[in-house]
């Protein structure tokens, strides 16, 4: 979806306009912004220049700066550790800096791969209740991957359930987590 990949066939449809052969800039500017598995931050910049990268395709200045207030106000450590390198950051604050990063793009779609990846339990739970805010006051769609099924399907409203590249179940969240079949399979007893 964010033009990282090429994919071998088919089409991909963002708002009736297809993706195929857009470079990944030319997809932020239509409205979907990425999370990398991994952060992927800048880790030679401070925190405050990665959020500042993240606003690269915006010209809105004011807009911008209400943004940054709403990423700092959501993950305070971002605003303790604003002159910080990113690579100074703990693993659970890099991630907060990267989703951070994604929001300044002021997406409609904020595309995360597995943002609970080696985080600590505590932060898991915090930045999901980010984006859960997120998507209640700014109406941001998001896809999450995540493979912790019990994290995203507590705050989700529709999952998909994937095996081996497939589509196998989906359901609405609530559903998923009262399936014996994914509670057996994906979440276990």
């Known amino acids: 979806i964010s033009g990282m990949l090429k994919p071998n066939a088919g089409d991909l449809l963002f708002e009736g306009k297809s993706l195929l052969g857009l470079s990944p800039n030319q997809i932020v500017r239509l409205g979907i912004a990425h999370v990398p598995e991994g952060r992927k931050i800048f880790k030679d910049l401070m925190v405050s220049e990665n959020l500042q990268m ?3 395709t915006r010209s809105d200045r004011a807009s911008i700066k209400q943004d940054l207030e709403f990423v700092l106000e959501m993950f305070p450590r971002l605003r303790e550790r604003s002159k910080q390198l990113g690579g100074s950051l703990s693993g659970g604050e890099q991630q907060m800096l990267a989703i951070g990063r994604g929001l300044m793009a002021r997406p409609s779609l904020l595309l995360l791969d597995e943002p609970s990846l080696g985080i600590a339990p505590n932060l898991v739970i915090d930045i999901f209740a980010a984006l859960r805010k997120v998507n209640q006051e700014m109406g941001m769609t998001m896809l ?14 529709f999952g998909f359930v994937m095996q081996v ?3 196998a179940v989906q359901a609405t969240s609530d559903e998923l987590r009262q399936s014996k079949e994914v509670i ?6």
Do not use: C, F, H, P
Not at 184 to 189: A, K
């Open 165 to 167: 590249g497939k589509i």
């Open 184 to 189: 057996d399979s994906y979440m276990g007893s």
């Open 54 to 56: 993240g606003a690269y």
């Open 144 to 157: 999450i991957v995540e493979q912790n099924a019990r994290i995203v399907l507590k705050n989700t409203s």
